[in-house]
C-alpha cells in the first residue's frame, strides 16, 4: 500500500523551530519529486515547498521562503520540513505529498497524501 | 491573496451538470490540476495535465481550459461530489506552485 505518514507537530512558541518527518512507503521514494502543502482548519490548501527526486531542485512558497527548509533522505525513504522563527501564521495542518510524475522536477500534480501533522504556535 | 482566483460557492442540482473555474494568468501558460476535499480527509488528485484523470476518478469529473481560466466539469453531479476544490498551476516566474482559495460545491 503507498502511504505517507508525517510527524513532529505539535504546540511550539513564537521563533522557535520545528521539524517535520514524513515516512513514505509503497513505492520507490527515490524516483518521485516531493512536497509539503498546509491548511489552516477549515481554510484553504497553501502549498509550502517542493523538492525533486535527486534533491537538486528546490522550489518554495513566497510566504516562507528563508524560513523553511526541505530536504529528503532517499536512503530512509523520509522527507522533512524544518521550519525556523514560527509565527502564529504557521499554525497549521502538514501533509506530505508525492508527485504525480515519475523522475520530472516538482510539479503542481500530487497523487498521494498522509493525513498530516499539526503544528499549533501559541504563545 | 491567492494568485489563482476560484467562486467560493457554487450549488449544483443532483444529477445535473455543474462547471467551477480557476483564474490565473499562469494558466495561459500551464494547464491547471484540480484536487477534491472533504472534510477531516486529505485531498485527491481528481484532474491534471491535459485532462488526465488518476486511476479511481470518475470519467464524471472533466477539465478544460481557454485564456487565463480552466474549468472543472462534473456531468452529472452525485451527492458524494459535494466537497471543497481547488485548483493549483505552476508558474515559472519564480519557480513555484500556485493555489486557488477553493470552490465549495454543494449538491442539491
Known amino acids: 500500500e503507498v502511504q505517507l505518514v508525517e510527524s513532529g507537530g505539535g504546540l511550539v512558541q513564537p521563533g522557535s523551530s520545528l521539524r517535520l518527518s514524513c515516512a513514505a512507503s509503497?513505492?520507490?521514494?527515490?524516483?518521485?519529486?516531493m512536497h509539503w502543502v498546509r491548511q489552516i482548519p477549515g481554510k484553504g490548501l497553501e502549498w509550502v515547498a517542493g523538492?525533486?527526486?535527486?534533491?537538486?531542485?528546490?522550489i518554495y512558497g513566497d510566504s516562507v521562503k528563508g524560513r523553511f527548509t526541505i530536504s529528503r533522505d532517499n536512503a530512509k525513504n523520509s522527507l522533512f520540513l524544518q521550519i525556523n522563527s514560527l509565527g502564529l501564521d504557521d499554525t497549521a495542518l502538514y501533509f506530505c505529498?508525492?508527485?504525480?510524475?515519475?523522475?520530472?522536477?516538482?510539479?503542481?500534480?500530487?497523487?498521494?497524501w498522509g493525513q498530516g501533522t499539526m503544528v499549533t504556535v501559541s504563545s | 491573496s491567492s494568485e489563482l482566483t476560484q467562486d467560493p460557492v457554487v450549488s449544483v442540482a443532483l444529477g445535473q451538470t455543474v462547471s467551477i473555474t480557476c483564474q490565473g494568468e499562469?494558466?495561459?501558460?500551464?494547464?491547471a490540476t484540480w484536487y477534491q476535499q472533504k472534510p477531516r480527509q486529505a485531498p485527491v488528485l481528481i484532474i491534471y495535465?491535459?485532462?488526465q484523470r488518476p486511476s479511481g476518478i470518475p470519467d464524471r469529473f472533466s477539465g478544460s481550459g481557454s485564456g487565463n481560466t480552466a474549468s472543472l466539469t462534473i456531468t452529472g453531479a452525485q451527492a458524494e461530489d459535494e466537497a471543497d476544490y481547488f485548483c493549483?498551476?505552476?508558474?515559472?516566474?519564480?519557480?513555484?506552485?500556485?493555489f486557488g482559495a477553493g470552490t465549495k460545491v454543494a449538491v442539491l
Open positions: 505529498a508525492k508527485d504525480t510524475y515519475y523522475g520530472g522536477p516538482p510539479s503542481d500534480a500530487f497523487d498521494v
Open positions: 523538492l525533486s527526486w535527486d534533491s537538486h531542485t528546490v
Open positions: 493549483f498551476s505552476r508558474d515559472s516566474s519564480p519557480t513555484r506552485v500556485l
Open positions: 495535465g491535459n485532462n
Open positions: 509503497g513505492f520507490t521514494f527515490d524516483d518521485y519529486a
Open positions: 499562469s494558466l495561459r501558460t500551464y494547464y
